[in-house]
T-cell receptor
Framework: GAGVSQSPSNKVTEKGKDVELRCDPISGHTALYWYRQRLGQGLEFLIYFQGNSAPDKSGLPSDRFSAERTGESVSTLTIQRTQQEDSAVYLC?????????????FGPGTRLTVL | RKEVEQDPGPFNVPEGATVAFNCTYSNSASQSFFWYRQDCRKEPKLLMSVYSSGNEDGRFTAQLNRASQYISLLIRDSKLSDSATYLCAVNFDRGSTLGRLYFGRGTQLTVWP
């Protein structure tokens, strides 16, 4: 079946502009996660959605970052007034409540470059 | 102390060799454990979940040691295609397998002919 998809695959923007990144989870997966990975670094958690529960926003680095999810479908991650340190690969993952171990499956990521 | 730690390597081994990676974690309440593989400029791909009793998938064996708070990955008969970065990931949520994963920074493996 189809995996997690993300768009755009690459985004180059100027400092100070807003960007919106999109994630389509695997169909039927109720949990959705955003992580980011800076060059040469590990994965950094940003935000987690599970069904209709309040999202876990504990990883968002500043109030310039926000994310939304409509039901159990698409999620968008918005970064306002982008800064150069926001340059990273933004990865989305989804998982199923029915999974025994909460295996998370990742999309291909959006590579964001802030000039 | 970082929540999840790995030796960054690099590990450089010849084809056919056996190689092992360890990963330590800081939270004794951790519920679930995983190994991911990440190729250069690609997303992490789930390699194995790590079960309490240990588990094997072909040439790959994963083990969990709760007392010492580490997980391990053993690769036997290494192939050139095993060259990648191996990430361990741990869920820390008490009583639940949901929630964020904490990732190590990865161990780089290169298998040479």
């Amino acid at each position: 079946g189809a995996g997690v998809s993300q768009s755009p695959s690459n985004k180059v923007t100027e400092k100070g502009k807003d960007v919106e990144l999109r994630c389509d989870p695997i169909s039927g997966h109720t949990a959705l996660y955003w992580y980011r990975q800076r060059l040469g670094q590990g994965l950094e958690f940003l935000i987690y959605f599970q069904g209709n529960s309040a999202p876990d926003k504990s990883g968002l680095p500043s109030d310039r970052f926000s994310a939304e999810r409509t039901g159990e479908s698409v999620s968008t991650l918005t970064i306002q007034r982008t800064q150069q340190e926001d340059s990273a690969v933004y990865l989305c993952a989804s998982s199923s409540l029915g999974g025994r171990y909460n295996e998370q499956f990742f999309g291909p990521g959006t590579r964001l470059t802030v000039l | 102390r970082k929540e999840v730690e790995q030796d960054p390597g690099p590990f450089n081994v010849p084809e056919g060799a056996t190689v092992a990676f360890n990963c330590t974690y800081s939270n004794s309440a951790s519920q679930s454990f995983f190994w991911y593989r990440q190729d250069c400029r690609k997303e992490p791909k789930l390699l194995m979940s790590v079960y309490s009793s240990g588990n094997e998938d072909g040439r790959f064996t994963a083990q969990l040691n709760r007392a010492s708070q580490y997980i391990s990955l053993l690769i036997r008969d290494s192939k050139l295609s095993d060259s990648a970065t191996y990430l361990c990931a741990v869920n820390f949520d008490r009583g639940s397998t949901l929630g964020r994963l904490y990732f190590g920074r990865g161990t780089q493996l290169t298998v040479w002919p």
